[in-house]
Nanobody, 113 residues
Framework: EVQLVESGGGLVQPGGSLRLSCAAS????????MTWVRQAPGKGLEWVSR????????SYADSVKGRFTISRDNARNTLYLQMNSLKPEDTAVYYC??????RGQGTQVTVSS
C-alpha cells in the first residue's frame, strides 16, 4: 500500500522560507516520478513541481519557478520541496503525489504577516 506522509508546513511571513518533506513507503520510491501539488482555499488542485526517478530532471509551474526547488533522496525514500521567497498566494495545503494520483494527507502552508 502506497503511503505518503508530508511534513514541514507552518506559518511564515512573506519572503520567508520553508522546507517540506514527504516520507514514502509501500512502493519502490526510486523508480517513480514524483510531484508536489497544492490546493489553495476554495480552489482546485494545482500542480507545483515534478522530479524524475533519478532526481536529475525537474520542472516547475510558472508561479513558483525560481523560488521553489524540488529534490529527492532515494536512499531515504524522501521527497523535498524547498520554498523560498514565499508569497501570500502560496498559501495552500501541499501534497506529494505519484503521477498515478496517490497522495498523502497534506501539510498546511500559510504565508501571512
Amino acid at each position: 500500500e502506497v503511503q505518503l506522509v508530508e511534513s514541514g508546513g507552518g506559518l511564515v511571513q512573506p519572503g520567508g522560507s520553508l522546507r517540506l518533506s514527504c516520507a514514502a513507503s509501500g512502493f519502490i520510491f526510486s523508480k517513480y516520478v514524483m510531484t508536489w501539488v497544492r490546493q489553495a482555499p476554495g480552489k482546485g488542485l494545482e500542480w507545483v513541481s515534478r522530479i524524475n526517478s533519478g532526481g536529475g530532471s525537474t520542472s516547475y509551474a510558472d508561479s513558483v519557478k525560481g523560488r521553489f526547488t524540488i529534490s529527492r533522496d532515494n536512499a531515504r525514500n524522501t521527497l523535498y520541496l524547498q520554498m523560498n521567497s514565499l508569497k501570500p498566494e502560496d498559501t495552500a495545503v501541499y501534497y506529494c503525489a505519484t503521477v498515478s494520483g496517490e497522495r498523502g494527507q497534506g501539510t498546511q502552508v500559510t504565508v501571512s504577516s
